[in-house]
Structure formats: structure tokens, C-alpha cells
């Protein structure tokens, strides 16, 4: 309502926590807003959770989309 159309949440913050607050939030106003995210800190304890290898990069931005409730970010 402010005018306030630009998010940039990540899966570091408090676990991706953040993104599904975001998410839920966000809801019915998906259309009108921008939202970017970031990858390649540690996101589990394998070491195949952490860096920008495909696979990461690949599974990041799929449990992004799950925690966003969203099918795509812009950036």
C-alpha cells in the first residue's frame, strides 16, 4: 500500500523462514511486486548444500519457489 514493490529474501535468513512469511504475505499481490533471491551459502550440513554448483543453484531455487509459494522469482 506504500508503494513498496521490490523483495530480496534467502534462504539464510532465519532459515528460510523469512520467504515463507514472504510468501504468505504476498499471496494475492504476486503479480504486482518484484522478488529476487540468493544462493550459494550453506543450507544444510552435506557439503552438496552449499556453493553454486548446479545442483545446489537447482535445488535453492526449488525450495525457494516451495517456501515463496510462488511458481517463479525475477531475479
Known amino acids: 500500500d506504500l508503494g513498496i ?11 528460510g523462514e523469512a520467504e515463507i512469511v514472504l510468501g504468505k ?6 503479480q504486482d511486486v518484484v522478488i529476487s533471491t540468493k544462493v550459494g551459502v550453506r543450507s ?11 545442483r545446489h543453484i537447482m535445488a535453492s ?4 519457489l516451495r517456501r515463496l509459494n510462488t511458481d517463479w522469482t525475477d531475479i
Open 5 to 15: 514493490n521490490y523483495f530480496d529474501p534467502a534462504d539464510m535468513y532465519t532459515g
Open 25 to 30: 504475505a504476498l499471496k494475492d499481490r504476486r
Open 44 to 54: 544444510g550440513v552435506p557439503l552438496t548444500q552449499s556453493g553454486l554448483s548446479r
Open 61 to 64: 531455487i526449488d525450495d525457494s
